[in-house]
């Protein structure tokens, strides 16, 4: 072959390579740093939400066992500190509904007393 051939056939082999590599997130691979980003911004997301409801971390903890424990109090603290920051009041989040006995059955209504 001569040079310009081995040159164009060179330089069509590095082209090919490059865009099979530039699709290698693609694959489905793992990436360990994109999976702790994650983590890191769902901890911190769910950290900021106790906060703003008026939680603990404490309960936080409690409430999210999954999840990282220093990424929910970095998410906590800088909500709290956002919310001095703004005059931002805390929005308490509404107590967990009670399920009656005879779950999923219709309860009747109290009839109010007669006035006779």
């Given at each position: 072959m001569n040079k310009p051939a081995l040159r164009r056939?060179?330089?069509a082999t590095l082209l090919?390579?490059?865009l099979g590599l530039a699709a290698c997130d693609q694959l489905g691979l793992p990436n360990p740093a994109a999976e702790a980003a994650k983590r890191e911004a769902e901890g911190k997301a769910i950290g900021g939400g106790c906060?703003?409801?008026?939680r603990s971390v404490e309960a936080c903890y409690e409430m999210n066992k999954r999840a990282d424990k220093a990424a929910i109090f970095a998410g906590w603290r800088e909500?709290?500190?956002y919310m001095r920051e703004n005059n931002i009041?805390?929005?308490p989040a509404p107590p967990p509904v009670a399920v009656?006995?005879?779950e999923g059955e219709e309860a009747e209504p109290a009839k109010a007393p007669?006035?006779?």
């Open positions: 056939l060179r330089t090919a390579a490059l906060r703003h409801a008026a909500m709290n500190d009041e805390a929005m009656a006995e005879g007669s006035k006779n």
